[in-house]
């Protein structure tokens, strides 16, 4: 069987080494990553090579004209995929210039031999081989020395392991040269036999070694998402704490302001109970201020105290009523904090504020579909006549609307998020309705 060059040992070797290329070719075009291309190019290379012993009589003329340029060419393929897969220009500099060399020289004998055989036949490019190849594969025995030394990882040994395999087995059909092709045939295999178990023995080992490269590209791109998400999060945390600051200060702002509207108009006692107050609410909003996010059940707590410092500031105050649906776990719903304070203010400043007779504020939290609802609404002037009091006033009405909007949509990423202001103004009642809906989602 391995005295046959058409037995089914050396037509699988052939045909497998010629899948591979089509193989690696296919990966080539998807990704163009040079590893493939100079990989398949040497396969192609060698299988060209080994199908001489049972190609067609035109096919061996062709084949005896180009036989060591084809393996010369093969050859630099084979350097080629060795510097992309170790990473010479990276790991062995120094060393890599050497590689260029023998690469370009590769391609100068394809040439030359061409030539060899113009000039003066095929008998005499086999004693020019007979003087390059000794020179080739004690370069590369130095080369795998150099690489196991300095290359420490799996991706090397491998590399170096294949590559002997081949080295000693290719060299041991080339000593037919030296010695006759009578010893192998005595001993049942063509001389062949060795350079066709070598190729195929490295084709095996490298195509482990090209599974771990596409594992560990995969693996890199799972890290690199990874990381990007980490990275995305914490951005949004970042924008969060922006917006919320842009918000605090707009709140402490209008407070300030009314302690100060008290002490102008002298009225001693209620800038005291209002400062009181208004430290209380200080003291829980810092406490909560170091978090992101905090549940909705702290969020109606602050709220309480804020409302009770708006009721000071309006004359003839407000009402201000919550209706919580009972199924609601106020502790395990996530929220901005003071997400609902801007609402409210806007309620208050902007509505009841320019509103005769009694002012009243609801607050509505219900879940429904696993979408929490919290609607504000008042009975004041509406939110279209208001819009038509003044530019100006619309403009600093939502400043901190539009923030705390921000600060909802980036805590939920935009699922299921929205924000809708009404005018339920009548003939009989005016008034304006907000609803803001997120996702019911537990902390």
Not at 414 to 419: F, H, L, P, W, Y
């Amino acid at each position: 069987m391995l005295l046959d060059f058409h037995s089914e040992f050396y037509s699988w070797i052939r045909g497998g080494l010629f899948v591979l290329f089509l193989y690696h070719v296919i990966i080539y075009f998807q990704n163009r990553s040079k590893l493939y291309l100079y990989y398949s190019l040497y396969l192609l290379g060698l299988t060209i090579y080994l199908t001489k012993y049972v190609a067609s009589e035109a096919f061996i003329t062709f084949y005896n004209y180009s036989n060591f340029t084809i393996q010369f060419l093969a050859y630099a393929a084979y350097i080629a995929f060795a510097r992309e897969l170790l990473e010479t220009r990276t790991h062995l500099i120094k060393w890599d210039r050497y590689f260029q060399i023998v690469f370009n020289t590769l391609l100068f004998l394809a040439v030359v031999f061409l030539l060899i055989h113009a000039l003066f036949g095929y008998d005499f490019q086999i004693k020019a081989f007979t003087i390059f190849a000794p020179l080739l594969t004690s370069f590369m025995l130095v080369s795998f020395y150099i690489v196991i030394r300095e290359i420490k990882d799996k991706f090397s040994v491998y590399f170096v392991v294949g590559s002997l395999v081949y080295v000693l087995l290719a060299n041991i059909s080339f000593l037919e040269i030296f010695i006759g092709e009578d010893i192998f045939i005595s001993n049942g295999v063509q001389p062949m036999f060795f350079v066709y178990l070598g190729a195929i023995l490295q084709s095996f080992i490298f195509s482990i070694i090209i599974g771990f490269i596409i594992k560990r590209i995969q693996d890199r791109s799972k890290n690199a998402e990874i990381r990007l998400a980490v990275k995305l999060k914490e951005m949004e945390e970042l924008k969060m704490t922006a917006l919320q600051s842009q918000m605090n200060p707009h709140f402490l702002f209008n407070s300030l302001n009314s302690i100060n509207n008290f002490v102008l108009k002298n009225e001693v006692e209620k800038a005291s109970d209002y400062i009181t107050k208004f430290s209380r609410l200080m003291r829980v909003i810092l406490n909560s201020s170091s978090s992101p996010t905090s549940t909705l059940s702290e969020e109606l707590g602050i709220l309480a105290l804020y409302v009770k410092l708006e009721q000071m500031r309006v004359g003839g105050g407000f009402d201000y009523v919550v209706n919580v649906d009972n199924n609601l776990m106020l502790e395990g719903i996530k929220v901005p904090p003071l997400f609902l304070q801007p609402f409210i203010e806007n309620a208050i400043w902007h509505g009841i504020m320019k509103q005769k007779g009694k002012k009243l504020i609801e607050l509505t939290i219900k879940e429904k579909d696993n979408i929490v609802y919290c609607v504000v609404e008042d009975n004041g002037i509406g939110i279209n006549k208001s819009k038509e009091i003044s530019a100006m006033t619309q403009k600093k009405r939502f400043f901190g609307a539009k923030a705390t909007e921000n600060r909802i949509r980036i805590l939920y990423q935009n699922k299921n998020v929205s924000i809708v202001t009404k005018d339920i103004s009548t003939e009989k009642n005016k008034g304006t309705r907000v609803t803001i809906s997120f996702p019911y989602i537990k902390v």
